[in-house]
């Protein structure tokens, strides 16, 4: 019994050291969105909109619980989403695995910072507006061939879409270097 109760004192301690230390990550490291799913009926928007078909390989930028992921490869596209909170990249692995989709869908436990798009032909985000003026720059410096770009209730302040529907919004990216 005093074996178990050191135990349990033990993994609760590195339990909270663990979430201390991703909250620093997380907050200080690597700041983004906080966790808000999107709805399942913006992802089919959102996948609509941008027109996605086996063709196509979409990046999910904060992919989340990996709705996204799961909706892009039912429909026969590879789908790769950068999540850093390993609790959702945990969650989004199960639920592909349970789906038999992790031949076209893979979740990077990863900023979507350091993503790499040379792959992509469609991105999607779902970030609060501090961040979207951020993303344009990073996308302008990182993406040097044509991506559909969809963005679900923030459109970008200073870019106009190609399209727009019921707060989802299509943006072609285009910035050769």
Same mark, same amino acid.
Do not use: C
């Given at each position: 019994?005093?074996?178990?109760?050191?135990?349990?004192? @033990? @993994?609760?301690?590195?339990?909270?050291?663990?979430? !201390?230390?991703?909250?620093?990550?997380?907050?200080?490291?690597?700041?983004?969105?906080?966790? @808000?799913?999107?709805?399942?009926?913006?992802? #089919?928007?959102?996948?609509?909109?941008?027109?996605?078909?086996? $063709?196509? #390989? +979409?990046?999910?930028?904060?992919?989340?619980?990996?709705?996204?992921?799961?909706? #892009?490869?039912? +429909?026969?596209? #590879?789908?790769?989403?950068?999540?850093?909170?390993?609790?959702?990249?945990?969650?989004?692995?199960?639920? !592909?695995?349970?789906?038999?989709?992790?031949?076209?869908?893979?979740?990077? $436990?990863?900023?979507? $910072?350091?993503?790499?798009?040379?792959?992509?032909?469609?991105?999607?985000?779902?970030?609060?507006?501090?961040?979207?003026?951020?993303?344009?720059?990073?996308?302008?410096?990182?993406?040097?061939?044509?991506?559909?770009?969809?963005?679900?209730?923030?459109?970008?302040?200073?870019?106009?879409?190609?399209?727009?529907?019921?707060?989802?919004?299509?943006?072609?990216?285009?910035?050769?270097?």
């Amino acid at each position: 019994m005093l074996y178990l109760l050191l135990f349990l004192v @033990f @993994f609760l301690l590195w339990f909270d050291i663990f979430l !201390i230390a991703y909250q620093f990550y997380a907050h200080f490291l690597h700041p983004g969105a906080t966790y @808000f799913p999107t709805t399942n009926l913006a992802v #089919t928007r959102m996948l609509k909109l941008a027109q996605v078909s086996s $063709w196509d #390989t +979409l990046v999910d930028l904060g992919s989340g619980d990996g709705r996204i992921l799961l909706a #892009t490869a039912r +429909l026969g596209a #590879t789908a790769i989403g950068y999540e850093i909170n390993p609790l959702l990249v945990w969650l989004s692995r199960r639920r !592909i695995r349970q789906a038999n989709l992790d031949k076209l869908a893979t979740v990077r $436990w990863q900023s979507f $910072w350091k993503a790499d798009f040379r792959q992509a032909t469609v991105i999607t985000v779902y970030l609060l507006p501090k961040l979207m003026d951020r993303l344009q720059r990073f996308l302008e410096n990182n993406v040097n061939h044509p991506i559909r770009l969809v963005t679900n209730n923030y459109p970008f302040r200073h870019l106009s879409p190609i399209k727009h529907s019921n707060h989802v919004y299509l943006y072609q990216f285009h910035y050769p270097k």
